[in-house]
T-cell receptor, first 111, second 115 residues
Framework: DAGVIQSPRHEVTEMGQEVTLRCKPI?????LFWYRQTMMRGLELLIY????????DSGMPEDRFSAKMPNASFSTLKIQPSEPRDSAVYFC?????????FGSGTQLSVL | AQKITQTQPGMFVQEKEAVTLDCTYDTSDQSYGLFWYKQPSSGEMIFLIYQGSYDEQNATEGRYSLNFQKARKSANLVISASQLGDSAMYFCAMREDYGNNRLAFGKGNQVVVIP
């Protein structure tokens, strides 16, 4: 199994630009999560899906953030417009049962 | 309210020694799960071990064991026979409400294994 695949690994963009992060969960997993990691706030859950349906988006910081899961094998997290305070590592994770498996993360830098 | 507490400062551990990482949690649920993840300097999050709240036996996975003390609401990770590759951040996490699957993470413990 290839594991959870995220792209890109690194993204550098300028303030105001749109950023799209991508995730391919492990085949057969029915839950998908987006987390953000910063030094100040640690790991924060942004949103999660069950069977492609968004269940809880209360962790999404503001309307600039949106996430979609059009099918069981793909999800996106979009930030529009991006701001410097969005700089962080964004993780996608998927699960079937108790264990949560993470992707390698996307290191986002907004200048 | 913080649900997972990891308060130890960074730790230096001698190779081949055992190390215990503390984790306390807060929940009013009867059914929950506890997890430990490892994050090396490369950044990936690696699942280590899981303990269900109804599991009577402490979980073990190779050199990792979870010292689960339900009454004290603690779920300490024990790494036996430390190796240089164990140098990493270690995160404790809890999932409340079975069927929900969302994990809340602690702030992490930094471990450095020295030869």
């Amino acid at each position: 199994d290839a594991g959870v695949i995220q792209s890109p690994r690194h993204e550098v963009t300028e303030m105001g630009q749109e950023v799209t992060l991508r995730c391919k969960p492990i085949s057969g997993h029915d839950y998908l999560f987006w987390y953000r990691q910063t030094m100040m706030r640690g790991l924060e859950l942004l949103i999660y899906f069950n069977n492609n349906v968004p269940i809880d988006d209360s962790g999404m910081p503001e309307d600039r953030f949106s996430a979609k899961m059009p099918n069981a094998s793909f999800s996106t997290l979009k930030i529009q417009p991006s701001e410097p305070r969005d700089s962080a590592v964004y993780f996608c994770a998927s699960s079937f049962g108790e264990k949560l498996f993470f992707g390698s993360g996307t290191q986002l830098s907004v200048l | 309210a913080q649900k997972i507490t990891q308060t130890q400062p960074g730790m230096f551990v001698q190779e081949k020694e055992a190390v215990t990482l503390d984790c306390t949690y807060d929940t009013s649920d009867q059914s929950y799960g506890l997890f430990w993840y490892k994050q090396p300097s490369s950044g990936e999050m690696i699942f280590l071990i899981y303990q269900g709240s109804y599991d009577e036996q402490n979980a073990t996975e190779g050199r990792y064991s979870l010292n689960f003390q339900k009454a004290r609401k603690s779920a300490n990770l024990v790494i036996s026979a430390s190796q240089l590759g164990d140098s990493a951040m270690y995160f404790c996490a809890m999932r409340e409400d079975y069927g929900n699957n969302r994990l809340a993470f602690g702030k992490g413990n930094q471990v450095v294994v020295i030869p």
